[in-house]
């Protein structure tokens, strides 16, 4: 009798753990730099919470937006503004518009460096036109702060000066080898990096942060997880994180 109750324990054990695993679902998340660091780690509180697997795949802003527009299969996208060009492609449900985090182009120095004054525009420019040479990413924040170099009328006087990286993590590599005297990438790509420190955000008059807005995508297999997903990602848990690593939680 006893044997017989274990073997039946047994194979109930085997069948809920076969039925969870087929609830089990592989979403696939693609996003910009900016979030890396961010939805990693959110990303893996999320599998553990729910059984799910989640590929993050993660590159530049423009570059991943346009992933998207094409049609590229991604569960849950996450893209920069403008968004018009994302809504209008039909490859995301627009209902599920969420806005996850806002996050602002930065000023780096060396680790243990003095921190220089960047409170607002003039010092900006002072600081700038005062480089030997700057470093900052051919992706999203590179492209804001090439605004704001238009903002501050220095775009010219600048080019000779100025390396391109490729990425956030490359411009700060060329800072913390000595290659530059500053560099610029978002808050939240600099925090992650060796050898650096955050200056603070450049003044929102000459620089406008960054927001990264979710959606789940209308041609998902996996919606609902797709959807959870999302949901978890714009959590108060997930404010948390943003605010941990350098980012403004969207609620």
């Known amino acids: 009798m006893k044997t017989c109750f274990l073997i ?3 194979i109930a054990i085997i069948l809920t753990f076969r039925f969870d695993t087929a609830r089990a679902a592989e979403i696939t998340l693609i996003g910009p730099g900016g979030i890396r660091a961010a939805a990693s780690q959110l990303i893996a509180d999320f599998e553990k919470a729910t059984g799910h697997k989640v590929k993050g795949t993660f590159g530049s802003g423009g570059g991943t937006k346009q992933q998207v527009i094409d049609g590229q299969p991604f569960d849950v996208p996450i893209v920069q503004l403008p968004l018009e060009p ?3 492609s039909g490859h995301v449900t627009a209902a599920s518009e969420t806005l996850l985090a806002t996050v602002a182009v930065g000023s780096a120095v060396l680790s243990g460096a003095p921190k220089p004054d960047i409170s607002n525009a003039d010092a900006v420019m002072r600081l700038l036109l005062g480089a030997k040479a700057i470093a900052y990413p051919n992706a999203a924040a590179g492209a804001s702060f090439n605004e704001t170099l238009q903002k501050l009328g220095i775009a010219e006087a600048m080019k000779a000066k100025i390396k391109v990286a490729q990425g956030g993590r490359g411009a700060m590599e060329l800072l913390a080898k000595g290659e530059v005297d500053f560099g610029l990438t978002f808050i939240s790509e ?3 990096e060796p050898g650096v420190e955050v ?5 929102r008059d000459i620089s406008t942060p960054t927001a990264l807005v979710g959606f789940v995508s209308a041609h998902s297999k996996n919606q609902e997880a797709a959807t959870a997903l999302l949901r978890y ?3 108060p848990n997930a404010a948390k994180v943003y605010q941990q690593r350098g980012m403004q939680p969207g609620r």
């Open 8 to 10: 039946a324990a047994a």
């Open 86 to 88: 994302v809504t209008a």
């Open 190 to 192: 600099i925090i992650t």
């Open 199 to 203: 200056v603070g955000p450049l003044p």
């Open 233 to 235: 990602l714009s959590s």
